[in-house]
């Protein structure tokens, strides 16, 4: 395990899109915010409508005051206005109920459309996307991460809103009580904006680098639990929790850095609020003396402005969640905006026939400064079966990945009947192909469904899979037989039986074109021997390619091919190549020892 994760990619924007502002989310949002914006409209409606009972209260406080009270006061008023109270308290709670329900309902339509566009695009993204980013990250961006546009799209939408109103509406009735005790006021404004802005730069940086961290972490776990018998086993459980110990303490470090930061905008907020309010009483006193103004008027002057403070705090509060939902938008969209591997030409193939030609071929990542193939040059007859034998690193496995486009040649063309594979459409060439990798994964769900994958499962095409994998018996004695779940990765069966599950899986497939990576590698010798003979009863008539690192489990194919530093340096079968005493001979002869011994 490596003891730094590698920077994920889809902590920054990727995929030539920037989300690092609200206004780009909400550009990025809109096409899912179009189709529900009638009911969004009905949300802000409803939203609008609580503002403008908030400055109902102060209104109704001042003819209560001067017409209430005293020997002179209005009897109307004092029935009236317990009564309007009663009336818009209930206006409120229905349009606070109606508003809470629209939004969630929007919010979470538009949650599932982002979780499903994630996830169809992280399911079409090329082999090189699941080798640059982390499992962890992936599970973040789409699990977790989306959640917090959700919280931006309900804090937010809420605080801009209804509170942004409630300012607008307690000012304007200010304005009408008063006009220059709310200048005031208003002086306040421009100098809150300023220093928001100067905090939102901070946060935002914060933020970006917090939600590195955060990945980091969740790759460590990810490690830890993946590798947790060699952990054990080498003793390295406190070296892991050193690891993860160090970067929480990082981790802690940046999220009190953007406590400090956000912290300071509401406090500070209030020191001008209180400036504001002092003056403002002292200047309404002097006005009361010069009967420039009444109890009532003052009062509810008073109250509108107190009320006016509270939603001011809000819209400088959902600054921190705004600046995290930026940050998680940049990791949302730019797994969204992640390039899907191309489809291909299009052209159909209902079955292929098998014949395989690489045409000097050359294969390598990144600048392909280093060349993993180099000119490889080959022609598979349909039905035949090749070997590629040869050191680790020598591009075994690189070359038989070309084959269903997992990656493309930097240089050459592969063709499958004569056509190249990038005229195919790219699930009609996959659905030409089996593969059986020495990395079996299995997904928890039942055996009839890991062998039947990707198709419908018909019980009796699985029975005789199993069976041609010499692995019925074992499947029939369990208590649900083939509707046994097999657990995380098959965590129920045994190596050798998770290995003949994934070739029970291309049994069932019935492909023209076979890739067997290592594909006995974690069976014993009785099962082996099985295994072989079915293999060898399914590769008639089709066009097999077969990887092997024991020599003695290829023997028997109708060529060899032997590698060394991406070429092919030496072919033939196995009886010429032994003669030829060359590289294969010499492979040979250290395992036929090793073997021995």
Do not use: C
Request: aromatic share 6%; hydrophobic share 45%; net charge neutral.
């Amino acid at each position: 395990m490596s003891e730094k994760p590698l920077q994920s990619t889809l902590s920054k924007p990727i995929g030539g899109t920037t989300a690092s502002s609200p206004m780009s989310v909400g550009r990025r949002l809109w096409p899912y915010l179009k189709p529900l914006l009638g009911v969004s409209i009905g949300a802000i409606l409803t939203l609008a409508l609580v503002a403008a009972t908030e400055a109902g209260i102060p209104a109704l406080l001042k003819p209560l005051l001067d017409h209430g009270f005293g020997t002179k006061g209005s009897p109307s008023a004092k029935w009236i206005v317990p009564v309007a109270v009663i009336g818009l308290a209930l206006v409120r709670g229905l349009a606070q109920y109606a508003s809470g329900y629209l939004l969630q309902y929007v919010s979470n339509r538009i949650l599932l459309e982002l979780r499903l566009k994630m996830f169809e695009r992280m399911i079409h993204a090329s082999v090189g996307f699941f080798q640059r980013e982390t499992a962890s990250t992936v599970i973040n961006a789409i699990v977790f991460e989306v959640n917090q546009i959700l919280n931006v799209l309900m804090g937010v939408l809420v605080t801009a809103v209804r509170d942004s109103l409630t300012v607008i509406f307690l000012l304007g009735y200010l304005f009408i009580l008063n006009w220059r005790l709310t200048l005031i006021v208003a002086v306040l404004l421009p100098a809150i904006g300023w220093l928001v802005s100067k905090i939102n730069r901070r946060l935002r940086r914060l933020n970006r680098e917090h939600q590195i961290l955060t990945n980091d972490l969740s790759y460590i776990v990810e490690e830890t639990v993946g590798g947790y018998k060699v952990v054990k086993v080498h003793n390295g459980e406190q070296y892991e929790i050193d690891r993860f110990t160090s970067l929480s303490k990082r981790l802690r470090g940046y999220q009190m850095r953007m406590t400090i930061s956000g912290g300071l905008a509401q406090p500070l907020t209030q020191f001008l609020a209180s400036i504001a309010l002092a003056i403002v009483i002292t200047i309404a006193v002097v006005q009361a003396s010069h009967d420039q103004t009444t109890v009532g008027g003052f009062v509810a002057f008073v109250t509108s402005m107190l009320l006016v403070i509270s939603p001011l705090k809000h819209l400088i509060d959902v600054n921190q969640p705004l600046q995290r939902g930026v940050t998680a938008a940049e990791l949302i969209f730019g797994l969204i905006d992640e390039p899907a591997e191309p489809e291909g030409g299009g052209q159909p193939l209902e079955r292929a026939r098998g014949e395989i030609e690489f045409r000097n071929v050359s294969f390598g990542y990144g600048d392909a400064s280093r060349k993993i193939l180099d000119s490889v040059t080959l022609r598979v007859a349909p039905g035949e079966m090749v070997a590629l034998a040869g050191p680790s690193g020598s591009g075994k496995t690189t070359l038989v990945n070309l084959l269903p486009r997992f990656f493309d040649p930097t240089g050459g063309q592969l063709l499958v009947d004569g056509v190249p594979l990038a005229d195919y459409g790219i699930h009609a060439l996959r659905s030409q192909i089996a593969m059986v990798s020495q990395d079996v994964v299995l997904f928890n769900d039942t055996v009839a469904n890991n062998v039947a994958y990707g198709q419908t499962a018909d019980r009796e095409r699985v029975q005789k899979a199993l069976e041609a994998a010499n692995l019925w018996d074992t499947i029939a004695a369990l208590p649900e037989g083939i509707d046994t779940l097999v657990g995380d990765n098959g965590m129920k069966l045994s190596g050798g039986q998770r290995q003949r599950l994934a070739i029970a899986r291309a049994i069932y497939k019935d492909a023209p074109i076979l890739i067997l990576d290592e594909a006995t590698s974690a069976l014993d010798s009785e099962s082996e021997r099985h295994v072989q003979a079915a293999l060898e009863t399914l590769m008639k008539g089709r066009t097999t390619l077969v990887i092997a690192h024991r020599l003695s489990t290829i023997e028997r194919a109708d060529r060899i091919l032997v590698m060394e530093a991406g070429r092919i340096v030496e072919r033939g079968t196995h009886r010429e190549l032994l003669a030829q005493e060359g590289l294969y001979a010499h492979l040979h002869r250290i395992q036929y020892q090793q073997g021995a011994a």
